[in-house]
T-cell receptor
Framework: ETAVFQTPNYHVTQVGNEVSFNCKQT?????MYWYKQDSKKLLKIMFS???????VNETVPRRFSPQSSDKAHLNLRIKSVEPEDSAVYLC????????????FGPGTRLTVL | QQKVQQSPESLTVSEGAMASLNCTFS??????FRWYRQHSAKGLEVLVS????GEKEEGRFTAHLNRANLHVSLHIREPQPSDSAVYLC???????????FGAGTRLKVIA
């Protein structure tokens, strides 16, 4: 199956803990993204990776860091979560050829208590 | 900085009636416009992309772009209850990977 996969589906944790979210795409795409979706359904780009090189960083807090082992994987680590980090995190990918289509995963819902 | 606004915030239509959603943006040099749909249990689904003024149809979904008026709309022909979801407008500046999203329109289609 070719798609964008994210794990876990949801995660509940406490302030100060470290969390990691995984994303894998089997579409053969070259660029992957992490977005944060807030309660108003606004998507804000956090990171973009093209062939393991960070090309866009929307000045997110330093406790967030992307981790990539190859162009099919892009994980997101939050070193010490804070209440405002509660959101849905969406991973997406797109090919370098063709148009500007982005393919999204189902998201990971993070709740920080 | 690009601003994207959607209206209405929520919309209820009867099955089979046309549903129309609006999106305005602030940067007239943008050249990539996209409508997404998000079901509560799924990821985002791309419905239609449009790059030039005029109309673009993808099945029952039609996007209209008028860059002079800073406006792009989405029309859903013969909506069904399964089309109930949040619809997101996204705008990308020229030559940029980043899409700026609106806050969404929650569509409810009643049988």
């Amino acid at each position: 199956e070719t798609a964008v996969f994210q794990t876990p589906n949801y995660h509940v944790t406490q302030v100060g803990n470290e969390v990691s979210f995984n994303c894998k795409q089997t579409l053969g795409h070259d660029t992957m993204y992490w977005y944060k979706q807030d309660s108003k359904k606004l998507l804000k780009i956090m990171f973009s990776y093209n062939n393991k090189q960070l090309i866009v960083n929307e000045t997110v807090p330093r406790r967030f860091s992307p981790q990539s082992s190859d162009k099919a994987h892009l994980n997101l680590r939050i070193k010490s979560v804070e209440p405002e980090d509660s959101a849905v995190y969406l991973c997406a990918s797109r090919p370098d050829w063709g148009g500007y289509e982005q393919y999204f995963g189902p998201g990971t819902r993070l709740t920080v208590l | 900085q690009q601003k994207v606004q959607q209206s209405p915030e929520s919309l209820t239509v009867s099955e089979g009636a046309m549903a129309s959603l609006n999106c305005t943006f602030s940067d007239g040099t943008s050249n990539n416009f996209r409508w997404y749909r998000q079901h509560s249990a799924k990821g985002l689904e791309v419905l239609v992309s449009i790059f030039s003024d005029g109309e673009k149809e993808e099945g029952r979904f039609t996007a209209h772009l008028n860059r002079a008026n800073l406006h792009v709309s989405l029309h859903i022909r013969e909506p069904q209850p399964s089309d109930s979801a949040v619809y997101l407008c996204a705008v990308s500046p020229t030559g940029n990977y980043k899409y700026v999203f609106g806050a969404g329109t929650r569509l409810k289609v009643i049988a």
